[in-house]
């Protein structure tokens, strides 16, 4: 998965959603103490500076280079560059050492991950009682009766060119596994539902097809998904180039704490 991300990583910084304000107080209110948080897969911060108004530090991580010069700066936010290479001992050690963390977020990333030896990290590093790991994500964007059938049309086409990690996505994460014992917010099998409104203009709305990895992936291949005529069709659906759209990306997510 490192570097998947590296080519569209100017995308990311307006073209994704952002997550509900209210989202990061509803976990916020989960922990007891609110000293140390790790956004994990931070891309360009978004998660880890929204995070970073309820806890006292966040180290936001990522393996992509790339995204981390793009995160946007916040006086509570440490970025660091994790590879691959970084040993388990290695990275707890970093991030605060054993039974330090108060919450661990993962936005719209955790299926990329080697999930055995990630949750064994959030084991360690979670303070117990009291630490909890919030993963989530989105897959669905609801427009408007004419536009939603063109966009499952196109996302069909897209299908080919994903990576297999991406099912957990258009799952809804139902079948992610997530070893971890319920606080009443989505646990594994059992996601919570969540609808991420936001204001969308249509050249927001290409960006964000333009960052898919899968649009990259059939690009690298001479394969345009987002011809000419595609991004006509879709135009005209959404009402016009100039048109800011209310719309509704579908999220979900899954909130535990460690089994003692």
């Known amino acids: 998965m490192a570097g998947l991300f590296d080519k569209q990583a100017d995308f990311y910084l307006d073209a994704r959603p952002t997550y509900p304000t209210h989202w990061y107080s509803m976990l916020a209110a989960l922990t007891p103490h609110h000293s140390l948080a790790w956004d994990v897969g931070t ?34 936010v440490q970025y660091l560059h994790t590879p691959l290479s970084i040993t388990d001992d290695e990275l707890v050690a970093l991030i605060g050492g054993e039974n330090s963390v108060d919450l661990v977020t993962v936005a ?25 790991i919030a993963v989530w994500g989105y897959n669905d964007i609801v427009v408007s009766p004419i536009f939603d059938p063109i966009m499952k049309r196109f996302h069909d086409t897209t299908l080919p060119y994903w990576n297999p990690n991406i099912q957990h996505i258009f799952d809804a994460y139902k079948a992610l596994p997530f070893p971890f014992e319920s606080v009443g ?23 964000m097809l333009m960052s898919w990895s899968a649009v990259i992936t059939a690009k690298d291949q001479g394969i345009d998904l987002l011809s000419e005529s595609v991004v006509k069709e879709f135009e005209n659906a959404w009402g016009g180039p100039k048109l800011i759209r209310s719309v509704i990306y579908k999220g979900f997510m899954l909130v535990g704490k460690v089994k003692l």
């Not at 998660?47 to 180290?59: D, G, L, P, S, T």
């Not at 999930?115 to 590093?125: E, Q």
């Not at 917010?185 to 960006?207: I, N």
Request: glycine share 10%.
């Open 43 to 76: 891309g360009n911060g978004q998660a880890a500076i929204a995070v970073a108004e309820h806890y006292e530090q966040v180290i936001g991580t990522d393996v992509s280079e790339a995204q981390l010069k793009l995160a946007l700066p916040h006086p509570h």
């Open 108 to 132: 719209q990333a955790v299926h990329w991950f080697d999930l055995p030896k990630f949750y064994s990290l959030v084991t360690h590093l979670l303070r117990k009682p009291g630490g909890v």
């Open 185 to 207: 917010l989505g646990c594994e099998g059992k996601p919570q539902l969540l609808d991420m409104p936001k204001e969308l203009t249509f050249e927001g709305f290409l960006r």
